[in-house]
């Protein structure tokens, strides 16, 4: 039972174009999420992440939305730029779990010089 | 400074072999984790140590064996290996409640 969901395989954008990455899940106890990249023969390299107390948080060209009410959290990259292509995979944990995290199935972003 | 590393890169058993997966990680970090990443799909947690000497089962233990006697080391036995045990497995270190510091991966292929 998949509790964190990203449900666009794949998206492919302009370099300098936006990019937006999306995440819904289940669990209304998730309090703390993370986007994490990954590039092939890579292990996942932390990206951005946000608290539930908020709603935005951002970092240079990432800004990571979350909308509590409807359960899905977003991340825009902003210019992308073709170093960004990579594998994003959101991620969540509770407030009781050891830092356990849940991971989404992942997006394959391609920027396209 | 290497992080967390993980050996050996590749391998590939015959069913019902063993294997121990090495994770060591340089950061003084509590908390060491152990996920695998099947086609597709994203990371599952099979095991976690909170502290040498202290481990617990996460989504996907079956299969499995972890030990937890240094800070620095977190090996993930697999005793008798299963084709749906093929897959990639990822080793990751945080201090407590803070970002996972993930290694290069395992790629395990169960024929």
């Known amino acids: 039972d998949q509790q964190v969901k990203q449900n666009s395989p794949s998206l492919s954008v302009q370099e300098g174009r936006i990019s937006i990455l999306n995440c819904d899940y289940t669990n209304s106890m998730f309090d703390y999420f993370l986007w994490y990249k990954k590039y092939p023969a890579e292990g996942p390299t932390f990206l951005i992440s946000?608290?539930?107390?908020?709603d935005k948080n951002e970092d240079g060209r990432f800004t990571v939305f979350l909308n509590k009410s409807a359960k899905h959290l977003s991340l825009h990259i902003v210019p992308s730029q073709p170093g960004d292509s990579a594998v994003y995979f959101c991620a969540t944990r509770t407030q009781t779990g050891a830092n356990n995290l849940f991971f989404g199935t992942g997006t394959r972003l391609t920027v396209i010089p | 400074n290497a992080g967390v590393t993980q050996t050996p890169k590749f391998r590939i058993l015959k069913i019902g072999q063993s294997m121990t997966l090495q994770c060591t990680q340089d950061?003084?970090?509590?908390?060491m984790y152990w996920y695998r990443q099947d086609p597709g799909m994203g990371l599952k947690l099979i095991y976690y140590s909170v502290g040498a000497g202290i481990t617990d089962k996460g989504e996907v233990p079956n299969g499995y064996n972890v030990s937890r006697s240094t800070t620095e080391d977190f090996p993930l036995r697999l005793e008798l290996a299963a084709p749906s045990q093929t897959s990639v497995y990822f080793c990751?270190?945080?201090?407590?409640?803070?970002?996972?510091?993930f290694g290069p991966g395992t790629r395990l292929l169960v024929l």
């Open positions: 990751a270190s945080s201090k407590v409640l803070e970002t996972q510091y």
């Open positions: 946000i608290s539930s107390i908020k």
């Open positions: 950061m003084n970090h509590n908390y």
